[in-house]
């Protein structure tokens, strides 16, 4: 505790201290300043802040390439099937090429497992650094701060924190000390939580970026959706026994539900959740911190499935209790089934909260929706991007 408290503390002195220098509004190119400037992190003799190695105004001429990667090594190579964290990055790198910016995903060898329903081109470590080297301008993303294999070959880059149950416990030593020697150049967190967390803490602005949702394919099939059909996946040993609790509420309270388990690849729960007219999201959390950002919800709403979440942070990031959902007070599956008698007793109650959630989602959680957060994260200025 001690440790981590002088990190902090540590993160939090090198900030001020950039602060005072930067009001100073000093000569730059002073000879006698440089060592003092490069010390504090305020000026790169090699790269500019935002890892291009051109000056800014030839930077702005052209639109950076960006490389997203979680990869590790050959433990973790950067493309792991059911994985949420790369089904975030990949809709990230989506977005950004159907805004005509070349964008790849980076696993260890370039390939990846075939497990979402629209997959970004992946690109090896090795083409990454050749088309790194290459490029007049470009960013560098990950999610994940142990992604030591892609990190390396990355002077600086992009955080975007999706889980602090990692960042602020295993990853936190490590975290803190990218933080103070610069390689982070902007963070952003995947909810309010996150990035209020890291305002604090580092005492810098961290900005938001929630979820991005794939939504040319999550959309709803009304003519496909059976009413009493509620959807859940296998969050794990807990999943039985708290499905056995929601289902025997139920029954008691005359209500014939038939609980269906969602699997498979991206495109068969896709098509599963279609069917579907409530989503139990049974995910319990890793951590204190909850969850930062369960697909689960999003991905339900998208097709029109009324999400019952349990309070894990994060799903309060779309679901408004009693509107588009349900957001339970305690982890505890008897709660979830009175949500589930009042939604089905309450006459048109189930309809009006999908309705609610198409409209939602139609509103704010487009892929399209992300676009202005994306480009404020990424530095993305509006001529680069209309170069």
Known sequence: MKFKQTIINWARFRTSWR??????????????LKPLLIFAGLTNPQRSP?????????????RPVIFASYCAGPSLVGSNKYCGGEKVLNNLVLLLRHHGYEAFMVSLDGTHTDW??????????????ERKAKAPSFRCVTSWLKATAFLEHAESFYFWDQELGSSARSQFPEFARLVASGRILQSAGLNRVIQTWHSAVFGKETHLLRQILNDRHW???????????????????HTADYLSVVGDLTRRGGLDLEFYELQGLELDIVQQMQTCAVCLVLNIGKSEWGEGGPMAPWEAMACGAVPVCFDLKGAWEIVQPNYSGVITEEIRPELMGTALLDIYRTPGRLEEMSRRCLETTAAAHTMEARWPAVKKFLDLDDSSEHA
């Open 19 to 32: 602060l005072l220098l930067s009001s100073l509004k000093c000569d730059f190119t002073n000879d006698c």
């Open 50 to 62: 935002v890892g291009s190695a051109t000056p800014t105004a030839k930077r702005n001429a052209q």
């Open 116 to 129: 979402l329903v629209e997959h970004a081109p992946y690109i090896s470590l090795s083409e990454f650094a």
């Open 219 to 237: 959309r709803p099939d009304p003519s496909r959706r059976i009413r009493r059909r509620v959807g859940y996946f296998d969050e794990g040993g």
